[in-house]
Nanobody, 115 residues
Framework: QVQLVESGGGLVQPGGSLRLSCAVS????????MGWYRQAPGKQREMVTL???????TYAGSVKGRFTISRDNAKKTMYLQMNSLKPGDTAVYYC?????????WGKGTLVTVSS
């Protein structure tokens, strides 16, 4: 069974950068899609970015050009590089994996963008 642990969240000023990590434990075989979602206070969870097993990527319009998803299969870790952060990016960020039809979630890491 896959377990996901996010790290790298914190407080950052507007215009700053953060890199989130998602460590995957268990087998990574059969993972079709990996991605990041976020949930801001009082709002529904939304997709931020996805990467498929063939390295096709999708980004939400609000983060395109500012955020970059990547992964290191050898380290079983996925990353989210976030640049030019805005207060509207404040949210809990969740790692998500789809493996053989089963969806797994991490517990999330809080990102706060504020001066």
């Amino acid at each position: 069974q896959v377990q996901l642990v996010e790290s790298g969240g914190g407080l950052v000023q507007p215009g700053g950068s953060l890199r989130l990590s998602c460590a995957v434990s268990g087998s990574i075989l059969g993972i079709n899609v990996m991605g990041w979602y976020r949930q801001a206070p009082g709002k529904q969870r939304e997709m931020v970015t996805l990467v498929t097993s063939s390295d096709d990527t999708t980004y939400a319009g609000s983060v395109k050009g500012r955020f970059t998803i990547s992964r290191d299969n050898a380290k079983k870790t996925m990353y989210l590089q976030m640049n030019s952060l805005k207060p509207g990016d404040t949210a809990v960020y969740y790692c998500n994996v789809l493996q053989r039809g089963i969806e797994y979630w991490g517990k999330g890491t809080l990102v706060t963008v504020s001066s």
